[in-house]
Every structure is written in C-alpha cells, then in structure tokens.
C-alpha cells in the first residue's frame, strides 16, 4: 500500500461492538473476564489498550517495521531505550541529539554504571574510533536538531551489524513520511510522537519501533514493567493526526523549502541551514536517504541582538520550545532547548547563542516570509 493509504487504514478496523469507523478511546483501567483463567486477551489498561494497539499497529507500519510499542512521552521511550543495554555497558553517540536525551543519558544514566561517547556521527570514523570492547549500542539522530547535520544511516547499521551493536535512530525530525531508518537496516526508530506525528501542539507522546523479535520482547516487557504508558486520549489523538502526516508534511517541506531560499537571500541571515539547500554540506546524503528535507530551518543571524530582534517581534511564528505543528514556532537553542548542554559543548558543534530555529508551519508562506521581514526591519 501507498504511504497514505497505510496511514489512513493501518492499525484500524470498525469498532466491533458498534461499527463505528474510528478507533474508540478504550477508556477503561480494566476488563471484565469471562471465568477464572479465561479473559478476552485484555486484563488490565497498562498492558492492554486497544487505541494504544491501533496506534503501535499504525506507526509500525508508516515505518516499515513489525513492532511499535508506545509510550508517554519521546524522553520515556529514550528511557526505556536503556534497559537493552545494563550497568559496565558502553554506548556510542551523536553529539548533536535533542538536549534531553544528552540530560537523560549523560547527566543521569551514567549514574547507573553506563558509559556514553559523544561523537559527530557525521563522519563514520569517529563513530567507528569510538567502538569499545563494551560497546553495547551506537544511538543516532538525523537530521540532529537544531543543528541539522545528517548522519550515513547505511553506513551505521553496517558498522553496527559487523561489531554485533544494537543501533538506534531518533527519527522524530524527518517522521515516517520522509525517512524510514528501518529499511537502512537501522535495529530500533525511536519518535517523539509529539511533533510531526502528531502535529498539532496538543499532546506528548513517544513510540519505538523494530522488528527484531528479541528488542521487542524487551521493549514490550518493559514497557508493561515500568509502566510509562500513554493515555487511552492521547493515543486517539496521535492516531487522528497521523491520517494527515502526508499531506502535512509536503506542506511543512514546501513551506520550509521556500523560507529557506529567502532567508538565504534576504542577507539577514549570516548562515542558513536547510538540508534541501544546495550549500548544506550533506546535501547529497540527505537526497539518498530521504524522501524530502523536512520543516525546520535553523539560521544564524551573527549577533544575540539580532537573533532577539527576530525572536521578540515575530507575530505569526510563536516563540516556544517544540516543533513539527500545523503552526509555525520559532526558538532560541542556546538558551531553551540546549540549555543544558555546556556552552563549550554547544560552541563545539555551531549551536552559537546567535542562532535561531524555525519550524515552519503550514500557514500561507507569504504570510510566514512578511512576518519575519517586519521582524527584522
Ligand atoms: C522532542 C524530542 C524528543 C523528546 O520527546 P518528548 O516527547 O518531548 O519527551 C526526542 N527527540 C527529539 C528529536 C525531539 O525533538
């Protein structure tokens, strides 16, 4: 099936009991069995929940793999990421992940016995130097937020695959529409469910996907263990929206594409940094391994004063944390999403205190491109 197609009907049947054509929100904490020993396949809501089900089915299947299994926000699934790997293990990393997974991992799980490197995964080498006799897990995210660098996703599950390493992708950025890491040979996609899955601004929520019969015992188990589920709510909502990923997100792309080209132009911007402009250094990697460049769009505009000039007097763009909504948002990494990231770490990498992050929305571009340029002037 199409991509559209899958995103409308995967996952999904009319409710039996009604017929009613959309996934019910089984709110419920438990089921009423039939005898002792003998129950309908559900017990209880945190192992059970068919709208959780539909929408584990559904994403699987956007992202070519066998198995989602969902959780209650992006940073739990991340959470639950860790429990494949235990304490004396060694992971290896993209320096340039989203902050929390650098705040939960570093400044948290390396109290419990695990090791991280962090590496620019942009170039093979340093991911490859890094392997260790303990090395459990190499973890990537492409494109990396806000700095969009890509990482070769072939290129890492063949290095993870010939050292017998699990591999990991945050896919969050690009969503099942433009990029599927499964079909690089990539073991796990992980999702922030909350941004373009999603995509409108309303709920939190994070999946894992794979189709390794093992990872997702695991994952499974953990994900009943632990217990970091979403609610019955928020899993009809993600389900509602992803029915209009597709056609939100060549509107996202073309959207960004075009305010892209005139931030380029405009001479406002010292450095404008879009995989789908002809300059980014990975232009080439991003038309191999995806199917479109996104919506974000982060631009570095030379001074703090100047990125406060735009920051302060957008009117249309929000200035929020956040991203991949119907509305376009605008933010400051250094001092929002990156905040803990140490500044030397953040200078590193390009993350300056000058630089500003778009998520381009869907509203009419023209009125996106007028709101910046009052901003500026
Ligand atoms: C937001 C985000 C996360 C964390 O997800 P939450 O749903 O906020 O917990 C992880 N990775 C990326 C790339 C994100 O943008």
Redesign the pocket.
């Known amino acids: 099936m199409g991509f559209s197609t899958d995103a409308i009907h995967a996952g999904q049947i009319p409710d039996p009991t009604t017929g009613a054509v959309i996934t019910p929100i089984y709110q419920t904490s438990t089921y009423a069995q039939h005898e002792l020993g003998k129950s309908t396949g559900f017990e209880y809501a945190r192992t059970h929940n068919f709208t959780r089900q539909a929408l584990e089915k559904n994403i699987a299947v956007l992202e070519k793999g066998k198995y989602g299994i969902a959780f209650a926000?992006?940073?739990?699934?991340?959470h639950a990421l860790m429990n494949l790997v235990k304490a004396g293990d060694h992971i290896v990393i993209s320096n340039n992940?989203?902050g929390?997974?650098y705040r939960l991992y570093e400044l948290n799980m390396k109290n419990y016995g695990l090791d991280f490197s962090w590496v620019d995964s942009t170039d093979l080498k340093n991911v490859e130097n890094a392997i260790r006799p303990n090395t459990k897990m190499i973890y990537v995210?492409t494109p990396?937020?806000p700095m969009l660098n890509l990482t070769d996703l072939k290129a890492v599950s063949e290095l993870a695959k010939k050292n017998n390493l699990i591999s990991v992708c945050?896919n969050?950025?690009m969503s099942p529409y433009f990029q599927n890491p499964l079909t690089f040979g990539i073991d796990i996609v992980?999702?922030?469910?909350?941004?373009y899955l999603n995509g409108h601004s309303d709920i939190?929520?994070?999946m894992l996907i794979t189709s390794d019969e093992k990872i997702h015992e695991r994952i499974r188990y953990i994900q009943n263990a632990a217990g970091g589920v979403p609610s019955p709510f928020d899993c009809w909502l993600v389900l509602r929206s992803t029915k209009t990923l597709a056609v939100r997100m060549k509107q996202h792309e073309e959207n960004a594409n075009t305010f892209a080209k005139f931030l380029s132009e405009s001479g406002y911007a010292k450095k404008v940094i879009y995989p789908g402009l002809k300059n980014h250094p990975q232009h080439e990697l991003a038309k191999k391994q995806m199917r479109g460049f996104g919506g974000m769009v982060s631009a570095d505009f030379g001074s703090l004063d100047a990125a406060k000039k735009v920051l302060n007097n957008v009117k249309i763009f929000t200035l929020a944390e956040?991203?991949?909504g119907v509305e376009s948002l605008i933010s400051h990494p250094a001092s929002m999403?990156h905040a803990s990231v140490p500044k030397e770490e953040r200078d590193k990498m390009g993350l300056t205190e000058s630089l500003v992050r778009f998520s381009v929305g869907i509203e009419d571009i023209e009125d996106l491109i007028a709101d910046v340029t009052q901003a500026l002037k």
């Open positions: 926000s992006g940073l739990a699934a991340t992940v989203y929390g997974t995210e990396t937020n945050d969050t950025f992980l999702h922030s469910t909350t941004k939190i929520g994070g956040s991203l991949g999403t």
